[in-house]
């Protein structure tokens, strides 16, 4: 396997520093360009900004990069790439290929090589009509087997959010609210649904990681994290706007892993763009709130061990 790991985030993997993890499904596959790549490298500052060293995740011609430089993001979006789930990793890396990885391949990775905290936009779920179509992201399956620390404005809005609801219980993935009781609707701050508990601090969400730890589960814990205000879509009117989308989809037979950037698309165009300034926000904001995290960990960590000499 063709594995590159970026010198900085080799030395904050040895040296032990707070390290987050970015997906670039969003950059390759959400955002437009140059929308795309001006977000991705603001996450990244965001997260030097707090004190961590962020390692964006992608695979360029088969090899999987942890930590992509500004150079090889900008590579990635030329080639084409595609969408690379979990399990589509296999053949990308033996084929050679080049891709934007998921929720699901990200986290996976960072886990797989010791980063234990990662930040997107929204999860992928339990999308609208799975009852007939059976399309549930393996973003969620991931996430019930990753022990990780994963900062999401929740799910995105195009999804079943209360089906989504019951299968992250199922799956027995702690969910947090973020100085929230709600789960967040992506674009949206609020939603009806509440979540099982709510945080104030960054310290508060380390603390809640270090516990699932301790117990031994397997789950990530899922930090929902509300877009901010001033960017954000009301409820309501974004409702109707997926709703719109949705139907349009369902006309169109997109099917499999082209719904999700179909629909963000449609919705980008409808909202006249506000979704994609809420999708922005969101992330710079979610990158922000993860390297907090991370650094709670490393210094609850070192206290932890001090109190155990
Ligand atoms: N959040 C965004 N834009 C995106 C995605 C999430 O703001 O494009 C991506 C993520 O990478 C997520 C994926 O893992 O969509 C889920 O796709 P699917 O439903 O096909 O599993
Ligand atoms: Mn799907």
Do not use: W
Request: hydrophobic share 50%.
């Amino acid at each position: 396997m063709k594995l590159k790991i970026s010198r900085e985030v080799m030395a904050a993997l040895r040296e032990k520093q707070p390290l987050v993890a970015l997906e670039t499904a969003v950059i390759t596959h959400g955002l437009p360009a140059p929308l795309n790549l001006e977000t991705g490298m603001a996450m990244e500052a965001a997260v030097r900004a707090a004190g961590a060293v962020p390692c964006t995740v992608g695979v360029l011609q088969g090899a999987a990069i942890l930590g992509l430089s500004a150079r090889e993001m900008e590579e990635l979006v030329r080639q084409k790439p595609v969408k690379l789930g979990l399990r589509d990793l296999p053949a990308a890396l033996a084929l050679g290929q080049s891709g934007g990885t998921t929720v699901a391949a990200t986290a996976y990775l960072a886990r797989r090589f010791g980063i234990k905290v990662f930040a997107t936009g929204g999860i992928g779920g339990v999308h609208r009509g799975a009852t007939a179509t059976f399309d549930i992201s393996g973003d969620l399956q991931v996430l019930a087997h990753t022990p990780i620390t994963v900062v999401a404005a929740g799910a995105k809005a195009i999804l079943d959010l209360k089906l989504t609801l019951e299968y992250l219980e199922t799956m027995g993935i702690p969910l947090l609210g973020y100085r929230t009781s709600h789960f967040p609707a992506f674009y949206a701050p609020d939603s009806p649904y509440p979540l099982p508990a709510r945080v104030e601090t960054a310290a508060e969400a380390a603390q809640a990681a270090l516990m699932r730890d301790e117990l031994g589960l397997a789950a990530a814990l899922l930090v929902c994290n509300p877009v901010p205000a001033a960017s954000g879509i009301p409820y309501v009117e974004l409702m109707e706007a997926v709703e719109t989308v949705s139907r349009e989809i369902t006309g169109r037979k997109v099917a499999g892993k082209e719904v999700t950037p179909a629909m963000l698309k449609r919705l980008a165009e409808i909202t006249g763009g506000r979704t994609l300034a809420a999708n922005q926000a969101l992330l710079i904001e979610n990158a922000r709130l993860a390297a907090e995290i991370a650094l709670e960990l490393y210094k609850q960590k070192s206290e932890s061990t001090v109190n155990a000499k």
